[in-house]
């Protein structure tokens, strides 16, 4: 489906371009997105994701990816009945959506990113998508938001009475997105189209049981007593934090308290992983340094996804493709009370975050912070995501080019996105 995508939006866009006078704009655009693609998001995504790589493989060598695997097994069998319940990339997953929910993008993607290669290790049709990896694609693109943090962070800069006054529509349109997305990637997988079982079965890869060879071999000691006690004062010293945090955080009390977990949560990961797996006798360093250098080849493979897509994109914007569907859906989407203003925010967040950003940003100055449009954008953008880019850069760094269902998956999660935002808003705004 991507190719389908991918060539529609060259095309739309040179011939809008063209009867429209645009096309040295998406000519610039192109150009300027291709330099974009390595310079301001590979290179600055390849840094995070060194850390949580290293990270990620402390918690492998210390066997706490395993415990956590097994700790989500109930629910993680039922979303991903294919795969093995003690496999590390289950405790992957479970890492990458808690750091979604939270609102840590810088941590999620690269633990998604490990979470996609240990599914793809499980892969007997090297290049096309599974049907654990495209549920865990449509998880990553409607995860259910617990603190909006972005549009909170752009409320407050414009004096807002109430910066947290979207939390709970952005929480309750999250829920709705994510049950739509699982829901039809379920459906979807069964469809004649999209079946597995009618796709040719190439070679399994060489390390398909090699992995699992090896993961059998990790044998951390078991923690001491006075491993233990180090683990409760550490638990402890958080602890601490937290209480000091919670009464300066913003919002009630169940706000104040998702704002205080938000700011620790990546100094408790990134102190907890390496203790723990000293404490379990792993050699830290050496380990982390080795799971860092995984993502050297994860980022080269990555880069020429993210150059194709993210050219195709900004062509298709600079050409007026954007405006050019505002104005022919503006008129319907009066009819079920939906803005026309925030039309160009619906239309570009699958397709590019950083304008999403700049387009809501703008809305929240043009109407103000406590309006109804500004709200309803803020919702909007807490509880969809950038579709496109999580598909090219999660597939592409394992190598998939054959999505299957995952596209429609993401899409319909978005799309529920958006209407649950609309009806919620109405219901709690007015």
């Known amino acids: 489906m991507l190719n389908f995508i991918w060539l529609g939006l060259i095309l739309v866009s040179v011939a809008l371009g063209g009867f429209a006078g645009k096309l040295p ?7 300027t997105a291709a330099k974009d693609a390595v310079t301001a998001v590979a290179l600055p995504l390849w840094g995070a994701m060194a850390l949580w790589l290293g990270m990620m493989r402390l918690a492998e060598q210390s066997g706490f990816a395993q415990q956590l695997a097994r700790a989500l097994r109930p629910l993680m069998r039922r979303l991903f009945p294919d795969v093995p319940p003690d496999h590390p ?15 840590l993008g810088n941590a999620a993607t690269p633990l998604g ?7 793809e290790k499980l892969n007997p049709r090297p ?3 599974t049907n654990a990896m495209c549920t865990f694609l449509a998880i990553c693109t409607s995860s259910v938001q617990l603190v909006p943090t972005t549009a909170i962070s752009i ?12 939390v709970s529509t952005a929480f309750l349109a999250t829920a709705c997105a994510a049950f739509a997305g699982v829901f039809a990637a379920k459906i979807l997988e069964k469809l004649p189209l999209f079946r597995l079982e009618s796709l040719p079965v190439e070679a399994a890869p060489a390390e398909t049981g090699s992995e699992q060879v090896e993961l059998e071999k990790v044998s951390a000691r078991p923690l001491t007593p006075f491993g233990k006690c180090l683990l409760w004062l550490f638990f402890g010293l958080f602890l601490f934090l937290f209480a000091r945090m919670w009464p300066a955080a913003p919002g009630g009390w169940a706000l104040r308290s998702l704002n205080a977990a938000t700011v620790l949560a990546v100094p408790f990961l990134l102190a907890f992983f390496p203790l723990y797996a000293a404490l379990r006798g792993v050699k830290v360093y050496d380990q982390f340094v080795e799971g860092a250098k995984e993502s050297f080849p994860v980022i080269l493979r990555i880069v020429p996804f993210l150059v194709a897509m993210l050219t195709a ?15 022919l859906l503006s008129p319907a989407l009066n009819l079920v009370r939906f803005p026309a203003d925030l039309l160009p925010l619906v ?3 699958p397709l590019s975050g950083g304008a999403t950003f700049g387009i809501f940003a703008e809305l929240v100055k043009r109407f103000g912070p406590d309006s109804f449009i500004s709200r309803l954008g803020g919702t909007i953008y807490g509880s969809t995501e950038t579709t496109f880019y999580v598909l090219t850069v999660y597939f592409g760094s394992v190598g998939i080019r054959r999505t299957r269902h995952a596209v429609a998956a993401g899409l319909i999660a ?3 996105g958006v209407i649950a935002s609309t009806v919620i808003c109405h219901a709690v705004f007015g």
């Open 155 to 166: 409320y407050v800069a414009a004096n807002a009475k109430n910066p947290t006054a979207i």
């Open 313 to 327: 994109i900004a062509m298709f914007r600079e050409s007026g493709g954007v405006a050019l569907l505002t104005r």
């Open 25 to 31: 704009e998406a000519t610039n655009g192109a150009l």
């Open 414 to 416: 978005d799309l529920t």
């Open 347 to 349: 239309l570009m967040r």
């Open 89 to 103: 990339a289950m405790g992957a997953i479970g890492l990458s959506v808690a750091a979604n929910m939270l609102g």
């Open 127 to 129: 290049g096309v998508a």
């Open 113 to 119: 990113l490990r979470a996609m290669a240990g599914l």
